[in-house]
């Protein structure tokens, strides 16, 4: 049966539908996980380079060379994790679009779930309808 046929093929992409959409999910919810953790990380840098920039205190040369350096790389790691924030921010953005067509998708495969399950009901009534047609004929001769 035709109609059989095309609501199992609908069924099957729906199940794959179903799966692309969860791993979207997943996706999403990773990159705006490491957003945060990129975020924080940033902050936390920002926040450790400035208190060591602040007051060297009377220290030596050598010890206010270090705090420098020190102070210096801590603000590499805080313009890296804005970097990787803005990147992850990038990439939630560009899940939320493959979440929403995964979504999509998932509505146009229910309506067409819907229409192939009306079509195989009307076949089957139409065959049901046709087998007590012939029936009918059959007693009447």
Same mark, same amino acid.
């Given at each position: 049966m035709r109609e059989r046929r095309r609501l199992a093929?609908?069924?099957?992409?729906?199940?794959?539908a179903n799966?692309?959409?969860?791993?979207?999910? !997943?996706?999403?919810a990773g990159a705006i996980g490491?957003? &945060?953790?990129?975020? %924080?990380?940033?902050? +936390?840098?920002?926040?450790l380079s400035r208190q060591y920039r602040a007051d060297p205190?009377?220290?030596? !040369?050598?010890?206010?060379r270090a705090l420098a350096k020190f &102070?210096?790389?801590? %603000?590499?790691?805080? +313009?890296?994790a804005d970097c990787a924030r803005v990147d992850a921010g990038r990439q939630a953005e560009m899940r939320q679009q493959a979440?929403?067509?995964?979504?999509t998708r998932i509505k146009r495969l229910d309506a067409r779930e819907k229409a192939a399950r009306a079509e195989l009901e009307k076949a089957i009534e139409r065959r049901a309808q046709a087998a007590n047609a012939e029936m009918a004929r059959k007693l009447l001769r």
């Open positions: 093929l609908v069924k099957r992409q729906k199940v794959l799966v692309a959409r969860r791993e979207a999910m !997943g996706a999403l490491v957003e &945060a953790r990129s975020a %924080a990380l940033a902050e +936390k840098s920002k926040a205190g009377q220290s030596e !040369g050598d010890e206010v &102070a210096g790389a801590l %603000a590499d790691i805080a +313009k890296e979440l929403a067509a995964a979504e």
